[in-house]
């Protein structure tokens, strides 16, 4: 099956070459040759038929039936070696004798990406960037940092379904206004609510959705943005020496995602023009697409997989930017003892103060003093366990807004009803 699969040789010496994110050229690892990756256009055949891929029929007896569905067989052309992956998987490396393969067949056709954003960072980058991670953050267990186990790293690009649209968006809040005054012994407070309308035109430029069903959707989000304007031609060039997969989620399966983020981005974007309120609350966003497009791109990606008392931590690093998330372990004793440190610290110190500086000292100061230690510390833990989390899905579409794009064209603030409450005051 050597027909299918694509290797890029050197022509000074015949060894495979391989993408170098340092120099953007493709090299040869023997004899230093370096080349553009446009020039491999000529290897790769022509791309533009969708041709089969034989899928293996058996594996071998061992193998169950429902083991071999969707698993391919090629073979190396530089030692012969068969070469097996899963449906998705359009590059790899041999693993007899370590040559960059390319499996043409899941380039082809409507498979073949448009536009591919090569490695920046290398694999002693992405090391340095994890060391970075775990060392940089508090409260990480000391026995994590010294013994966990890198499993494996690997230079992976990931397929992305990425969307430029132009949106007609109607954004409806729940404003809110308050003012609190004092009669003798009662406070007063009055509260107004208002129904307040944006509508108009709203644009966003290359926001992605991973197309891999295997990529966790909210560790690809964080490590967002890439730099779409720094993408190229797709070439396979790019891929030698790396793993690629093709997409597994069609254009209709992400697109629930792309339109949640517009839309949120819409109403963050339209949120800037509402003044004048002490809350402001989205009560319905509505987005219509004037105009859309999509790019199938494959975006660099270096994922890192550590164990820990037989806990599996996966990392993953932004190959363009070098932007490094994955979450931590947390020491819960330290992290517990430096709270409760903190809320003995501020109670004891308020309520000496309290008790030195005040004639008329009673319990209730205590209580006062409790209640903001409490408070403090609840958010020196909040904040502290929060640093260790980096991977989470990713709020609208901020860093794909397209600059002045948005246009107000219809707006209201109607007033809806106010409440008043009243609340003794004991002045003693």
């Avoid at 040869?28 to 899928?55: A, I, T």
């Avoid at 012969?80 to 007899?96: E, F, M, N, R, V």
Wanted: overall charge negative.
């Amino acid at each position: 099956m050597s027909e299918d699969v694509i290797n890029h040789k050197c022509p000074c010496c015949g060894a495979t070459l391989e993408f170098d994110a340092g120099s953007q050229m493709v090299k040869c690892p023997y004899c230093d040759s370096e080349f553009d990756p446009s020039v491999l256009k000529k290897n790769e055949g022509d791309l533009s038929q969708n041709e089969k891929v034989d899928l293996a029929a058996d594996g071998g007896e061992e193998w169950a039936e429902e083991e071999l569905y969707g698993i391919s067989e090629y073979q190396c052309q530089s030692c012969g070696g068969d070469i097996y992956s899963d449906a998705t998987t359009s590059a790899t490396l041999c693993p007899y004798c370590g040559n960059a393969v390319i499996l043409k067949g899941r380039l082809s056709g409507t498979l073949k990406p448009d536009k591919v954003i090569p490695f920046q960072k290398t694999k002693e980058q992405a090391l340095q960037g994890l060391a970075d991670h775990c060392g940089g953050k508090r409260f990480v267990p000391k026995k994590f940092l010294l013994n966990n186990k890198l499993e494996e790293i690997k230079g992976l690009y990931v397929p992305f379904w990425v969307y430029d649209a132009d949106l007609d968006a109607d954004v409806t809040y729940r404003c809110m206004t308050e003012r609190s005054w004092t009669v003798g012994d009662t406070e007063y407070t009055e509260r107004k609510y208002y129904d307040v309308r944006r509508a108009g035109e709203i644009a966003f430029d290359h926001v992605p959705a991973d197309g891999s069903s295997k990529m966790p959707d909210d560790l690809m989000e964080s490590i967002e943005p890439f730099d779409y304007n720094k993408s190229q031609d797709f070439t396979t060039g790019y891929l030698s020496g790396y793993v690629a997969d093709k997409y597994d989620l069609d254009q209709d399966a992400v697109r629930p995602r792309i339109r949640k983020r517009m839309s949120e981005g819409a109403a963050d974007a339209f949120r800037s023009t509402v003044h004048g309120y002490d809350s402001v609350e989205v009560t319905s966003s509505e987005i219509s697409a004037r105009n859309s497009c999509v790019d199938y791109v494959l975006y660099p990606v270096w994922l890192m997989n550590t164990d820990w008392n037989g806990k599996k931590f996966t990392f993953a690093m932004n190959g363009q930017t070098g932007k490094t998330v994955g979450n931590l372990p947390t020491d819960m004793i330290k992290l517990g003892g430096s709270t409760l440190g903190l809320f003995l610290a501020i109670t004891l110190g308020l309520s000496l103060l309290m008790y030195f500086g005040m004639e008329d000292f009673d319990f209730g100061m205590i209580v006062v003093a409790i209640i903001i230690g409490g408070i403090c510390a609840a958010i020196f833990y909040a904040y502290f366990k929060s640093q260790l989390k980096s991977v989470e899905f990713q709020h609208g579409a901020s860093n794909y807004y397209r600059a002045d794009s948005m246009k107000i064209e219809e707006q209201s603030d109607v007033f809806l009803y106010k409440k008043t409450s009243t609340r003794r005051i004991n002045h003693n």
